[in-house]
Nanobody, 120 residues
Framework: QVQLQESGPGLVKPSQTLSLTCTVSGGSITTNYYYWSWIRQPPGKGLEWIGYIAYSGSTYYSPSLKSRTSISRDTSKNQFTLQLSSVTPEDTAVYYC????????????WGQGTQVTASS
Protein backbone atom coordinates (compact mmCIF):
# COMPACT_ATOMS: atom_id res chain seq x y z
CA GLN A 1 0.00 0.00 0.00
CA VAL A 2 1.47 3.32 -1.06
CA GLN A 3 2.06 6.01 1.53
CA LEU A 4 2.85 9.68 0.92
CA GLN A 5 4.37 12.05 3.45
CA GLU A 6 4.84 15.79 3.03
CA SER A 7 7.73 17.63 4.68
CA GLY A 8 9.08 21.14 4.71
CA PRO A 9 9.03 24.45 6.56
CA GLY A 10 5.77 25.49 8.13
CA LEU A 11 6.54 29.19 7.84
CA VAL A 12 7.70 31.09 4.79
CA LYS A 13 8.26 34.82 4.51
CA PRO A 14 6.53 36.80 1.75
CA SER A 15 8.55 37.02 -1.48
CA GLN A 16 10.49 33.87 -0.59
CA THR A 17 10.17 30.43 -2.18
CA LEU A 18 8.08 27.72 -0.59
CA SER A 19 9.67 24.28 -0.89
CA LEU A 20 7.97 21.02 0.09
CA THR A 21 8.96 17.41 -0.44
CA CYS A 22 6.73 14.37 -0.72
CA THR A 23 8.33 11.07 0.21
CA VAL A 24 6.65 8.03 -1.30
CA SER A 25 6.84 4.54 0.14
CA GLY A 26 5.25 1.31 -0.99
CA GLY A 27 5.50 2.16 -4.66
CA SER A 28 7.84 3.78 -7.17
CA ILE A 29 7.19 7.24 -8.56
CA THR A 30 8.41 5.98 -11.96
CA THR A 31 5.80 3.23 -12.25
CA ASN A 32 3.89 3.62 -15.50
CA TYR A 33 0.78 5.74 -15.55
CA TYR A 34 1.18 7.22 -12.08
CA TYR A 35 0.79 10.97 -11.68
CA TRP A 36 2.08 12.73 -8.57
CA SER A 37 0.35 15.96 -7.68
CA TRP A 38 0.48 18.84 -5.28
CA ILE A 39 -2.83 20.21 -4.03
CA ARG A 40 -3.56 22.86 -1.45
CA GLN A 41 -6.46 24.09 0.64
CA PRO A 42 -6.43 27.68 1.90
CA PRO A 43 -8.27 28.34 5.14
CA GLY A 44 -12.03 28.38 4.59
CA LYS A 45 -11.70 27.49 0.90
CA GLY A 46 -11.83 24.44 -1.30
CA LEU A 47 -9.07 22.29 -2.71
CA GLU A 48 -6.85 23.82 -5.39
CA TRP A 49 -4.75 21.64 -7.66
CA ILE A 50 -1.23 23.04 -8.21
CA GLY A 51 0.43 20.65 -10.64
CA TYR A 52 1.81 17.20 -11.23
CA ILE A 53 4.90 15.31 -12.25
CA ALA A 54 4.18 12.17 -14.21
CA TYR A 55 5.86 8.77 -14.12
CA SER A 56 7.78 9.85 -17.19
CA GLY A 57 9.07 13.00 -15.53
CA SER A 58 6.88 15.35 -17.51
CA THR A 59 5.13 18.12 -15.63
CA TYR A 60 1.90 20.07 -15.93
CA TYR A 61 0.86 23.05 -13.85
CA SER A 62 -2.29 24.94 -13.07
CA PRO A 63 -2.42 27.95 -15.41
CA SER A 64 -3.09 30.26 -12.49
CA LEU A 65 0.10 29.19 -10.69
CA LYS A 66 2.28 28.13 -13.60
CA SER A 67 4.53 31.18 -13.56
CA ARG A 68 5.54 30.52 -9.94
CA THR A 69 5.54 26.72 -9.80
CA SER A 70 8.15 24.05 -10.34
CA ILE A 71 7.78 20.36 -9.55
CA SER A 72 10.78 18.06 -9.72
CA ARG A 73 11.73 14.61 -8.52
CA ASP A 74 14.57 12.55 -7.08
CA THR A 75 14.03 9.01 -8.24
CA SER A 76 16.88 7.69 -6.08
CA LYS A 77 14.98 8.84 -2.99
CA ASN A 78 11.50 8.22 -4.41
CA GLN A 79 10.58 11.83 -3.69
CA PHE A 80 9.06 14.72 -5.56
CA THR A 81 9.31 18.37 -4.65
CA LEU A 82 7.21 21.50 -5.01
CA GLN A 83 8.72 24.94 -5.30
CA LEU A 84 6.42 27.95 -5.29
CA SER A 85 8.19 31.25 -5.71
CA SER A 86 7.32 34.79 -4.65
CA VAL A 87 4.86 33.67 -2.01
CA THR A 88 2.26 36.00 -0.52
CA PRO A 89 -0.07 35.55 2.44
CA GLU A 90 -2.61 34.17 -0.06
CA ASP A 91 -0.40 31.10 -0.41
CA THR A 92 -1.11 30.15 3.18
CA ALA A 93 -2.74 26.72 3.06
CA VAL A 94 -2.56 23.08 3.94
CA TYR A 95 -0.50 21.46 1.20
CA TYR A 96 -1.09 17.87 0.15
CA CYS A 97 0.71 15.49 -2.15
CA UNK A 98 -1.39 12.88 -3.88
CA UNK A 99 -1.23 10.07 -6.42
CA UNK A 100 -3.45 9.38 -9.41
CA UNK A 101 -3.41 6.37 -11.68
CA UNK A 102 -4.10 6.66 -15.42
CA UNK A 103 -6.32 9.73 -15.10
CA UNK A 104 -4.19 12.47 -13.61
CA UNK A 105 -7.05 14.10 -11.75
CA UNK A 106 -8.51 11.03 -10.05
CA UNK A 107 -6.60 10.74 -6.82
CA UNK A 108 -6.45 7.46 -4.96
CA UNK A 109 -3.82 8.15 -2.31
CA TRP A 110 -3.09 11.29 -0.29
CA GLY A 111 -0.55 12.47 2.21
CA GLN A 112 -1.80 13.77 5.54
CA GLY A 113 -1.09 17.37 4.57
CA THR A 114 1.21 20.00 5.98
CA GLN A 115 0.35 23.54 7.04
CA VAL A 116 2.34 26.31 5.41
CA THR A 117 1.92 29.89 6.54
CA ALA A 118 3.26 32.78 4.51
CA SER A 119 3.89 35.59 6.95
CA SER A 120 6.59 37.98 8.02
Amino acid sequence: QVQLQESGPGLVKPSQTLSLTCTVSGGSITTNYYYWSWIRQPPGKGLEWIGYIAYSGSTYYSPSLKSRTSISRDTSKNQFTLQLSSVTPEDTAVYYCARAVSNWNEFDSWGQGTQVTASS
